[in-house]
């Protein structure tokens, strides 16, 4: 019943946003997306109320025995790690769009595809992690180290990524173009049927997003290795990051210190991951560095946003 419950929960969310709080070919709005952020982040947050009944009715398979604040905890944990690392993910989102010139009011269908794609995706990729985890004596320690490169990748890294353009293998393939036709996928070009930009841009988005979940999936079986709390929280930290790219779109490289956040979050989950045969940290010691990280990285930037008004004016 649980996964069920997690499957309507979601479909009827994304049917709202598709149907009745987006409606189509209108571009996205600022105070549309502050509604839709707020609207998407208190479902995630609210979800939690039913993963304690979950866990404490006994509906699920609780096989690693967590308690009904424990399972809390966990999600809470799991979803803030993954929409945290999904603020590198909006960068490269903004990228793709600038590289396909992809109009505002055609980025929101391409989303919300992306957005059906990762759920599936996401899905197989947990299922194959936690085989790893649960068959593999010290694959823990493999995720950590490879978590602990990312994050020095990262960190050493510009803050600006560059244009994302087509991959040319691909590009040759499936005959992808920059040619834009409304909101088509496939047009005639030269008397040639070709995959339009608006196609190009929607395979590139669903590519990167396989990218980073090689990244967050690890990050969150530092967390908790249960199958249930992984996969929804992911699914509802997806969901929210779609709002969140148009909320934040105008306003990304003032939030640069957020990367730093990033970074302090991916170096302690890689070290969690590590030193998870010889020690067990607190779930509200992981939650509360997590909250911590990325309230110092909103504050100073806040901050640096300020000095550079006044050093305008």
């Known amino acids: 019943m649980p996964w069920i419950i997690l499957l309507v929960y979601a479909l ?24 839709e952020t707020i609207f998407f982040i208190s479902n995630g947050l609210l979800f939690s109320i039913l993963v304690y009944w979950f866990y404490n009715s006994g509906h699920i398979a609780n096989t690693n025995n967590l308690t009904p ?13 993954e929409l945290s690392l999904s603020v590198d993910n909006l960068f490269v989102i903004a990228a793709i769009f600038t590289s396909f010139k992809i109009p505002n009011k055609h980025q929101h269908n391409l989303l919300f595809l992306g957005i059906l794609g990762a759920i599936v995706f996401r899905g197989v990729l947990i299922h194959l992690g936690l085989t790893l985890m649960n068959n593999i004596h010290g694959m823990s320690i493999v995720f950590g180290l490879f978590l602990l490169f990312t994050a020095i990748k990262m960190l050493k890294s510009d803050v600006e990524h560059k244009e994302t353009g087509k991959p040319k293998g691909i590009a040759k393939l499936l005959r992808l173009s920059k040619v834009l036709d409304g909101d088509k ?14 196609f190009g841009a929607l395979i590139t988005i669903e590519f990167t997003d396989l990218l980073f979940a090689l990244d967050s999936i690890p990050a969150i079986l530092s967390i908790t290795t249960d199958e249930y ?11 929210g990051l779609r709002s969140l790219y148009f909320f934040l779109a105008n306003m990304l490289e003032k939030f640069a210190y957020l ?35 990325l309230g110092v990285g909103i504050y100073i930037s806040m901050l640096n946003i300020k000095s550079k008004t006044k050093s305008d004016i």
């Not at 149907?19 to 209108?26: A, Q, R």
């Open 12 to 35: 009827v969310l994304l049917f709202l946003d598709f149907f009745v709080l987006h409606k189509k070919g209108e571009a996205s709005s600022m105070k549309r997306a502050v509604f």
């Open 69 to 81: 604040t424990k399972a809390v905890f966990n999600y809470l944990t799991g979803y803030m790690v």
């Open 185 to 198: 996928f496939m047009t005639k070009v030269d008397g040639k049927r070709v995959f339009t930009g608006l």
């Open 229 to 239: 709390i992984v996969y929804s929280s992911n699914i509802f930290a997806i969901m």
């Open 259 to 293: 990367k730093y956040s990033v970074f302090a979050i991916l170096l302690f989950v890689s070290l969690k991951l590590i030193t998870a045969e010889y020690l067990e940290l607190p779930e509200w010691f992981s939650l509360a560095f997590i909250g911590l990280s």
